[in-house]
């Protein structure tokens, strides 16, 4: 079946650091691919997509790009803010009725 | 535009009651979701409604049950609740159909204890 692995946490990182959070996938054909992001006491809400591969989603300077060679879709962002701290979840959808696989989350923490 | 929304938010129940997490959704939405979300597992998928009318289980689904009430309303229920049900729970809902990429919107949550 399919699967997302994505790098544990917590990552703690100091304000305008570079953030790099891995994710790879495992799934048979073109997958979507998705990074949904999670604040404190909400629920998830979509950061960014690909629908396929080679493409690059981004928003609010977060950016990843889909690799099917690699079967990745890592996210970075070049300068982190306090405002980004949450729980970032890398996710695949594939399939009719949009079932999604979550990856177990990955929660970031920045410092002043 | 309230998008999702849940109810209750927060929920203690004993060995055994139950109860039903209510989930409505604004947006003309044709599939929805319920996941529970425990410490170091991501979100699974316990039911999910295709479009009105459809439910079909999902990665969890035993000790539940679903009713897609109408286009706007999925109801989660428990009939008999335990302590290993004791987690978060997350209403979604996504325009469906079969193209793919499709978001999914989520509501708040309900936190959910049992005793």
């Known amino acids: 079946g399919n699967s997302v692995t994505q790098m544990e946490g917590p990552v703690t990182l100091s304000e305008e650091a570079f953030l790099t959070i891995n994710c790879t996938y495992t799934?048979?054909?073109?997958?979507?691919l998705f990074w949904y992001v999670q604040y404190p006491g909400e629920g998830l809400q979509l950061l960014l997509k690909a629908t396929k591969a080679d493409d690059k989603g981004s928003n609010k300077g977060f950016e990843a790009t889909y690799r099917k060679e690699t079967t990745s879709f890592h996210l970075e962002k070049g300068s982190v803010q306090v405002s980004d701290s949450a729980v970032y979840f890398c996710?695949?959808?594939?399939?009719?009725?949009?079932?999604?696989?979550f990856g177990t989350g990955t929660k970031l923490q920045v410092i002043p | 535009n309230a998008g999702v929304t849940q109810t209750p938010k927060f929920q203690v129940l004993k060995t055994g009651q139950s109860m039903t997490l209510q989930c409505a959704q604004d947006?003309?939405?044709?599939?929805m979701y319920w996941y529970r979300q425990d410490p170091g597992m991501g979100l699974r998928l316990i039911y999910y409604s295709a479009s009105e009318g459809t439910t079909d289980k999902g990665e969890v689904p035993n000790g539940y049950n679903v009713s897609r009430l109408n286009k706007r309303e999925f109801s989660l229920r428990l009939e008999s609740a335990a302590p290993s049900q004791t987690s978060v729970y997350f209403c979604?809902?996504?325009?469906?159909?079969?193209?793919?990429?499709?978001?999914?919107?989520f509501g708040p949550g309900t936190r959910l204890l049992v005793l």
């Open positions: 947006m003309n939405h044709n599939s």
């Open positions: 979604a809902s996504s325009e469906g159909g079969g193209q793919v990429g499709k978001t999914q919107y």
């Open positions: 996710a695949l959808s594939q399939g009719g009725y949009q079932k999604v696989t």
């Open positions: 799934a048979t054909g073109y997958p979507s």
